[in-house]
C-alpha cells in the first residue's frame, strides 16, 4: 500500500522541515469491518489495544481509490497507516474526518506515533489539553486551516512556548483515540517570516 510520496519521512526533524505538519502514524492489520451505520464493509487498521482506525484515502491524494484497492489485496497483513488526523475539543481523534494519506504494508512501527508541526493557539490546563493550528502550507493540498486538540500533562503545559508560537510536538494515541502530547519543542514556521520563532524545549518526566 503506497500512496502521498510527500508524507513526513521518519528521520526528518524539526529544523529539516518548516512546513506545517500533522500525522499520526499507527500499526496495525489491515481489517474489513461492517460500519455501525448501514452500510458494506469498510477496510480499517485494527490496531492491538487501540481498536480500528477506518482507512478512508485523502481525496487530494493522486489515485484515492488505488489505495483502496490495495488494502483490499492486502487484507490481513501488517501494515503502517499515515493518517492525517482530526479531534474534537477533547483531544478525540474522529474517524469520520481523518483520512489516509500513506500506507506501508510489512513494515515496523516507528515512533512516535503522532508528530505535529503547527502553531500553539490555546492552552487549557484545568481541563489538561492544548491546541494546535495547521495550516496550508505554499504549494500543498491542504485548502483550510484547522485545529487539533491533544491532552497534555499539567507539567507539559505548564512549560509550554508563549501562544501563536510554532511548535513541533510528539506524542501518542491512547485507547479511545485520545491523542496525548509527550513533547513539545518551539520551531519557527514558513510563515513566521522573520518574526524570530524562538527557541525552547519542553519534555513530560517519565512516569
Same mark, same amino acid.
Given at each position: 500500500?503506497?500512496?502521498?510520496?510527500?508524507?513526513?519521512?521518519?528521520?526528518?526533524?524539526?529544523?529539516?522541515?518548516?512546513?506545517? !505538519?500533522?500525522?499520526? /502514524?499507527?500499526?496495525?492489520?489491515?481489517?474489513?469491518?461492517?460500519?455501525?451505520?448501514? =452500510?458494506?464493509?469498510?477496510?480499517?487498521?485494527? !490496531?492491538?489495544?487501540? =481498536?480500528? %482506525?477506518?482507512?478512508?484515502?485523502?481525496? &487530494?491524494?493522486?489515485?484515492?481509490? =488505488?489505495?483502496?484497492?490495495?488494502?483490499?489485496?492486502?487484507?490481513?497483513?501488517? *501494515? $503502517?497507516?499515515?493518517? *492525517?488526523?482530526?479531534?474534537?475539543?477533547?483531544?478525540?481523534?474522529?474517524?469520520?474526518?481523518?483520512?489516509?494519506?500513506? =500506507?506501508? !504494508?510489512?513494515?515496523?512501527?516507528? &515512533?512516535?506515533?503522532?508528530?505535529?508541526?503547527?502553531?500553539? $493557539?490555546? $492552552?487549557?490546563?484545568?481541563?489538561?489539553?492544548?491546541? #494546535? +493550528?495547521? /495550516?496550508?502550507?505554499?504549494?500543498?493540498?491542504?485548502?483550510?486551516? %484547522?485545529?487539533?486538540?491533544?491532552? *497534555?500533562?499539567?507539567?507539559?503545559?505548564?512549560?509550554?512556548?508563549?501562544?501563536?508560537?510554532? @511548535?513541533?510536538? +510528539?506524542?501518542? @494515541?491512547?485507547?479511545?483515540?485520545?491523542?496525548? *502530547?509527550?513533547? #513539545?519543542?518551539?520551531?519557527?514556521?514558513?510563515?513566521?517570516?522573520?518574526?524570530?520563532?524562538?527557541?525552547?524545549?519542553?519534555?513530560?518526566?517519565?512516569?
Amino acid at each position: 500500500m503506497e500512496a502521498h510520496p510527500q508524507a513526513p519521512k521518519a528521520q526528518e526533524t524539526p529544523q529539516a522541515r518548516p512546513s506545517y !505538519v500533522a500525522l499520526l /502514524r499507527l500499526h496495525g492489520t489491515l481489517e474489513m469491518r461492517r460500519p455501525r451505520k448501514k =452500510g458494506p464493509p469498510q477496510p480499517v487498521l485494527a !490496531v492491538e489495544g487501540l =481498536g480500528d %482506525f477506518p482507512i478512508r484515502p485523502a481525496p &487530494t491524494l493522486p489515485h484515492p481509490q =488505488g489505495m483502496l484497492r490495495l488494502v483490499r489485496r492486502n487484507l490481513g497483513k501488517a *501494515a $503502517v497507516a499515515h493518517l *492525517a488526523p482530526r479531534t474534537d475539543g477533547e483531544g478525540r481523534y474522529l474517524p469520520d474526518k481523518g483520512e489516509a494519506i500513506r =500506507g506501508l !504494508v510489512g513494515k515496523e512501527p516507528q &515512533t512516535p506515533t503522532l508528530i505535529l508541526h503547527g502553531r500553539l $493557539v490555546g $492552552v487549557d490546563p484545568r481541563e489538561g489539553l492544548m491546541r #494546535v +493550528e495547521i /495550516r496550508p502550507n505554499p504549494q500543498g493540498r491542504l485548502k483550510e486551516p %484547522f485545529t487539533l486538540t491533544l491532552a *497534555a500533562s499539567l507539567a507539559l503545559l505548564e512549560g509550554l512556548p508563549p501562544l501563536g508560537m510554532g @511548535v513541533w510536538v +510528539e506524542g501518542d @494515541v491512547r485507547r479511545g483515540g485520545l491523542l496525548v *502530547a509527550r513533547q #513539545v519543542e518551539a520551531q519557527p514556521l514558513w510563515d513566521d517570516l522573520g518574526r524570530g520563532g524562538g527557541e525552547g524545549h519542553h519534555q513530560e518526566p517519565s512516569p
